[in-house]
Each structure stands twice: as C-alpha cells, then as structure tokens.
Nanobody
C-alpha cells in the first residue's frame, strides 16, 4: 500500500523559511513522481513543484522558481520542499502527492494517484 506521510509546516513570520517533508512508502519501483501542491481558502489547488523519479527530472511552476526548492533523499524515500522568503500569500494547506507509474511527459498537474494528509502553513505579516 502506498503511503505519503507529511511533516513540517506551521506558523512563520513573513520573510521566514519552512521545510516540508513527505515520506513515501509502498512503491515497488522508482518509476513514480512526487509533487507538492497547496490550496488556500477559497482558491483552487495549485501545483508548486515535482520530481519525476522515472526520468530524474525536476519541475517548478514559474512563479515558484527561486523561493521554493524541491529535493529528495532517495535513501530515505523522502521528498522535501524548502520554502524561503515566505509571504502571507503563501498561507495554505500544503500537500504532497504521487503518481505511479510516472510517464516521461508527466507534468506536475498530472500527479493525482496518492495524497499526503496535508499540513497547514501560515505566514503572518
């Protein structure tokens, strides 16, 4: 059974940083993709960044390049989202999600098979 367990998040002042973690288990092969998403109150869910482990590529949505960094510890099957220079507009529930198997042409928006439990990030001004 595939499981994604998230940790991290919380409350931070504007300009601060947070790191989110997503520990994945249950994959029998490395041909999957994991991404980070967020959903703010009253807004649609937004893809932030993703890693396609099947082809070893990393993707970012344009607006997140520079402030958000995705990384992975393959030995620990954990994917991280480092968020710097946080703004009040970054306040949202953050989710990790996985798509398995992941095709080469996958985009972050295609990731939808498995979801983490979500974690609240609140940025105060």
């Amino acid at each position: 059974e595939v499981q994604l367990v998230q940790s991290g998040g919380g409350m931070v002042q504007a300009g601060g940083s947070l790191r989110l973690s997503c520990e994945a288990s249950g994959f029998s092969a490395d041909d999957y993709a994991i991404g980070w998403f967020r959903q703010a109150p009253g807004k649609e869910r937004e893809a932030l960044s993703c890693i396609n482990r099947a082809i070893g590529r990393v993707y970012y949505t344009d607006s997140k390049t520079g402030r958000f960094t995705i990384s992975s510890d393959n030995a620990e099957n954990t994917v991280y989202l480092q968020m710097n220079s946080l703004k009040p507009d970054d306040t949202a529930v953050y989710y990790c999600a996985a798509e398995w198997p992941a095709i080469g042409s996958l985009t972050c928006d295609d990731i939808n098979d498995y979801w983490g439990q979500g974690t609240q990030v609140t940025v105060s001004s």
